[in-house]
């Protein structure tokens, strides 16, 4: 539970439950995060990622792993040098727009 009301409600930003302050201690912390609550995959937790998508892994990773494997192994670099800036901010938005999310 993260975000509170002038209600005196605590909203959980995961999964949508309501809850009084002085009950939210009663509250198991290991919620199933909704889909729909989540925006963006970037700067979302990596835990509630994986709890709201049932995997293993982040997508982000395993689709970051089948490019690197299918295109980057042989660039010179890939590890060691950095991405120009705007390329990565590019792939950050199509993560967040869902486009690389196949």
């Known amino acids: 539970l993260t975000q509170s009301s002038s209600s005196g409600l605590q909203l959980c930003v995961n999964c949508g439950l309501n809850v009084h302050k002085q009950c939210s201690k009663y509250v198991p912390n290991d919620c199933q995060p909704d889909l729909k609550r989540i925006k963006r995959v970037y700067c979302c937790d990596l835990t509630t990622l994986v709890k709201a998508h049932n995997t293993q892994r982040p ?25 120009f800036t705007e390329h990565i901010e590019d792939v950050k938005m199509a993560f967040d727009r869902a486009d690389l999310l196949v």
Request: overall charge neutral; aromatic content about 4%.
């Open 59 to 83: 997508m982000v990773v395993d689709i970051c792993i089948r490019e690197i494997e299918a295109r980057g192994l042989k660039s010179e670099g890939l590890y060691r040098v950095s991405g």
